[in-house]
């Protein structure tokens, strides 16, 4: 059997190089924050980071100047604030200014689709009369083979470097399974060369096969499997930790001042350590109001052979 | 013109001399919640449009059907979502479906009767700006960006937009940037590509009620209490055209404001 049972800090030291593109995945759900404070202290530089939705990890990328450009298709705080590291680096303009690619969501998935199926292209029925094709060369119009006089506008393929994904769960072979809202992960994670999945637990191989439609990603996709418990906070986990909307909304006095973002970087991201002294900087109740009482699924019978 | 049907209760409220006051949000949440009336299945953003359709579901349309982008379908959240993906909306849905299952089939494949948004700034015929102020390459001011506000617009069969500042720098004659083209425009710039949904029908700002007419282009129809056809006119950026039988848009119904203050958003999330 492989080994794909990392620490954070191997995982990102082996798979996340400076220069890469990096998929980030997670919708407002599920977003790995402590695999970008991994990425933070390792120091990488020159990064591309792929992501559908850039928020406050990716605030915290740019403003710890890892980041080059940014491939996206909405940014920002939800309706909290601003994220100012970024705004910052894209209004300076010039030479070390943060580089910009837009796409609409379904425009960036489809590159995660046409990327991950290993086809060139994917057609999207978005950008008729839209600026977005000036200004983004990828966003192209082709004529059908099929009907003549009819055009469509298509994106090209994406194939990060690597995929960094968090979920609920996940078995020692990194069978990753999700609930909840599912995002772009799975087609982030099959588009990039390389999968890291970060996870709240690692369960026993029957946990995973006694309910194998709820696997996002299975367990060949994936490189690196992580057990990273509270890896997602501030963003949440559904059944595990809500999310911590006070940290979201006292983002934006943070990093407005660029001072003060640096020194919150530097407390929380590097010495802490490490996720683990992290989560003991949090304190030991710190997730109990964000713990959500139980609901259940109803269970579902796969039946057995006989 | 009969710009929208009125309620019994605001027949009652209009009669009402002790009416509470409201605020600009309670306003433009109550009175785009009248336009979803009749509405089957909308696609809500994030902020006044997710107020507008909770008031719909707890008054005058139980049986809305709310989209989020975030995949989740037929939502019963026990509390105000803060995001379009909270674990409140999650949390007994009848459906969480997949991105490319939300975007490829359910918006490109034509299921939304009414898709919401808001815009930083919007020109006379509806398209929308939400990526930049100034200059693509060195802008004043960055925007959010598209996100999934150009497939609602290409593929919903009409779109509301609310606007929380109704001035000259939102109402535009020219965009800075088109991220959400109206359907006009697409046809104009790309007339090979298969266009569906009339774009936006219903713009309800902090003045008033704009409604397309036949050519899509955006008038005024109704204005708020105080406010005069010439203020409108004064705030928007191109010549305002006004359709005939304007009137004054009826003030939220002491039930609205009750549902909105004490039930809905109790926290003052989108309330301000």
């Known amino acids: 059997m492989i080994q794909k049972q990392y620490s954070l800090q191997d995982a990102v030291a082996e798979f996340v190089k400076d220069g890469d593109t990096v998929a980030l995945e997670g919708f407002t759900h599920l977003i790995p924050f402590a695999a970008g404070h991994e990425i933070i202290r390792q120091g990488r530089t020159g990064l591309t980071l792929v992501r559908m939705t850039p928020d406050i990890v990716a605030d915290q990328l740019v403003g710890a100047g890892a980041v080059d450009k940014m491939i996206f298709a909405f940014t920002g705080n939800s309706s909290v604030g601003s994220l100012y590291a970024i705004r910052r680096a894209v209004e300076a303009g010039g030479p070390g200014s943060l580089a910009l690619e837009e796409y609409s969501h379904y425009g960036l998935l489809a590159r995660y689709q046409a990327g991950a199926a290993g086809i060139p292209f994917m057609p999207v029925r978005s950008y008729a009369g839209s600026s977005l094709p000036e200004v983004n060369p990828n966003l192209r119009k082709v004529a059908s083979p099929f009907d003549p006089g009819v055009e469509t506008y298509v994106v090209p393929a994406l194939n990060p470097d690597v995929a960094i994904i968090h979920a609920q769960r996940a078995d020692r072979h990194g069978n990753i399974q999700s609930w909840g809202i599912l995002g772009p992960q799975q087609e982030a994670a099959f588009a990039s060369k390389r999968t890291i999945a970060l996870v709240e637990e690692i369960v026993p191989d029957e946990v995973i096969r006694s309910d194998p439609n709820r696997t996002a990603v299975p367990g060949f996709a994936v490189d690196a499997v992580v057990e990273v418990p509270y890896g997602a906070h501030p963003s949440f986990v559904q059944g595990y930790y809500d999310r911590d909307n006070t940290f979201y909304r006292s983002w934006s006095a943070i990093s407005k001042n660029p001072e003060r973002l640096e020194a919150w970087l530097q407390e929380w991201v590097h010495d802490t350590g490490d996720h683990a002294g992290y989560v003991a900087k949090l304190g030991p109740d710190f997730f109990a109001p964000l713990t959500p009482e139980p609901h259940l699924s109803t269970p579902v019978n796969y039946g057995s052979v006989r | ?272």
């Open chain 2, 1 to 272: 013109m009969t710009p929208f049907t009125a309620l019994p209760n605001n027949t009652a409220a209009a009669d009402d001399a002790a009416a509470p006051a409201y605020t600009s949000s309670e306003l433009l949440a109550a009175v785009s919640c009248r336009y979803l009336q009749g509405t089957r299945r909308v696609f809500a953003g994030i902020g006044l449009p997710t107020l507008a359709v909770a008031l719909a579901q707890k008054s005058t349309s139980p049986d809305i059907e709310q989209v989020y982008e975030s995949g989740v379908c037929g939502a019963h959240p026990p509390r105000l979502p803060e995001t379009i993906a909270d674990a409140s909306l999650a949390t007994g849905a009848e459906a969480i479906l997949t991105m490319p299952v939300l975007f490829g089939y359910v918006l490109q494949g034509g299921w939304i009767d009414v898709g919401f948004l808001g815009a930083a700034q919007i020109d006379r015929f509806g398209s929308l700006n939400s990526s930049v102020i100034g200059d693509w390459e060195s802008p004043d001011v960055r925007l959010p960006g598209s996100g999934g506000a150009a497939e609602v617009m290409a593929n919903s069969a009409e779109v509301f937009v609310v606007m929380r500042r109704h001035n000259p720098t939102s109402f535009v004659r020219e965009l800075d940037f088109c991220t959400s083209p109206s359907p006009r425009i697409a046809r104009e710039k790309d007339p090979l590509v298969p266009a569906q949904g009339r774009g936006v029908t219903t713009v309800i700002s902090d003045l008033g009620v704009l409604k397309a007419d036949e050519t899509g282009e955006l008038c005024l129809a109704t204005v708020h209490e105080g406010v005069s056809a010439g203020q409108v006119i004064e705030a928007t950026g191109w010549p305002l055209k006004v359709l005939p039988g304007l009137s004054v848009t009826p003030a939220p119904t002491a039930q609205e404001l009750d549902l909105l203050r004490n039930e809905i958003d109790p926290g003052r999330v989108y309330l301000r």
